[in-house]
């Protein structure tokens, strides 16, 4: 019967993470309701046709959720129920911040909207985080590891992880994610292709900092979906598998493929891709950037702004999609994100569909750039 599905709310629903997940739960027929509450306006989201359907009209509203007087219109549902499953996609996902933006749209995003979910019984509470919560270790870390964010995003989501565990009545889970790629994507694997595509265009090789086995773990964007409505489908069904003595009161997951992806796993793809020469900076080079990355970074990206936007006017792009090469230093730290998703297989049944990133994969990201004209 259809009234027997559940009744979803997604926080951030508009975000990269949240639109996939809509678009998961409306093209299968997973809920009896769904809302999407962002504060960015669908005109405004560079959402993709296929979106469309799921992400706008009755489905949306548009609502800032850290804001303590919006969320009575964001939980408040017609017919007097309250929602089934929320899941919190929402939050501050752009790097070197000031603390405050964190404090405000991701660690007091999250209690706002977990204290709302405990008041009024919420069946499951699911949490996006972070793996770069865990203290950085070439050895995959496992949900029980040490902590110790390297990232300021992590140090606020980390934060939140301990807090939401503590509101009392909280249907809780973590879901801990790695690098999350696929069509769209307009962080992390977009930087690296346009980066890529700047050096094709200047005709140079392409240098990495660090080692090619730096771990920069990663998942495709619709097992992450498909991951997020499974366990929140267990916890619902009543924890099979979960052993609280063991694993912990709050259910933890880590999100990550299986295929233990590094720099030199990426090197290789684009420089396939792109027809390009790469190479390694080895030791000296890389212990010179680590003393003076602010100038190392700057030089990087003094050296690609104007050589893309050269690419951009050529192909005629006048209005610039989300993409840029613009290099964050949080993100060319040394520092490993090395996770492991074994938990998810074993405990709730999870299988990837995508387990390993590959060249076809890569392709498939810039074949929706082209799609969108944002590639030039």
Not at 175 to 182: A, D, F, I, S
Request: aromatic content about 10%; glycine content about 8%; some cysteine.
């Amino acid at each position: 019967m259809a009234t027997e599905k559940p009744a979803v709310l997604i926080i951030g629903g508009l975000g990269y993470i949240g639109r996939f997940l809509a678009k998961h739960i409306h093209d299968n027929e997973l809920a009896s309701e769904l809302r999407l509450v962002d504060k960015v306006l669908p005109q405004l989201a560079w959402l993709a046709p296929e979106f469309e359907d799921a992400c706008s009209g009755s489905n949306f509203m548009q609502a800032d959720a850290s804001r303590e007087q919006a969320l009575a219109r964001i939980f408040d549902r017609a017919d007097g129920k309250q929602w089934d499953y929320v899941f919190n996609c929402g939050g501050e996902t752009r790097y070197s911040q000031e603390d405050e933006v964190y404090k405000v749209r991701s660690l007091g995003l999250s209690l706002a909207v977990g204290r709302e979910a405990a008041k009024r019984g919420v069946r499951c509470f699911v949490e996006l985080s972070t793996g770069m919560v865990y203290k950085p270790n070439s050895s995959p870390s496992k949900e029980g590891d040490k902590l110790k964010p390297w990232s300021r995003i992590a140090v606020y989501k980390a934060e939140a992880e301990e807090k939401l565990a503590a509101i009392e009545g909280l249907n809780l889970v973590i879901v801990r994610l790695p690098h999350v790629y696929g069509p769209y994507a307009s962080q992390w694997v977009a930087t690296a292709l346009c980066l890529a595509r700047v050096y094709q265009a200047l005709n140079e090789e392409m240098k990495w900092l660090w080692t090619k086995d730096l771990r920069t773990d990663t998942a495709h964007i619709e097992d992450v979906t498909r991951a997020l409505w499974a366990v929140a489908s267990w916890y619902d069904s009543g924890k099979a598998n979960w052993d609280a003595k063991s694993m912990g009161n709050t259910p933890i997951f880590n999100v990550v493929d299986k295929g233990t992806t590094t720099q030199g796993t990426i090197a290789s793809i684009i420089g396939e891709v792109f027809g390009i020469k790469w190479e390694f900076q080895g030791q000296l080079m890389s212990n010179f950037a680590r003393l003076n990355m602010d100038s190392v970074v700057e030089d990087v990206n003094d050296e690609v702004l104007g050589p893309w936007a050269g690419l951009l006017s050529e192909a005629g792009i006048t209005r610039p999609g989300p993409l840029t090469p613009f290099m964050e230093k949080e993100l060319l730290k040394d520092t490993d994100l090395s996770m492991d998703g074994s938990r998810l297989e074993t405990v709730v049944g999870f299988a990837y569909k995508k387990p390993v990133i590959t060249k076809e994969l890569v392709l498939e990201v810039i074949e929706s750039y082209k799609k969108m004209k944002w590639w030039p």
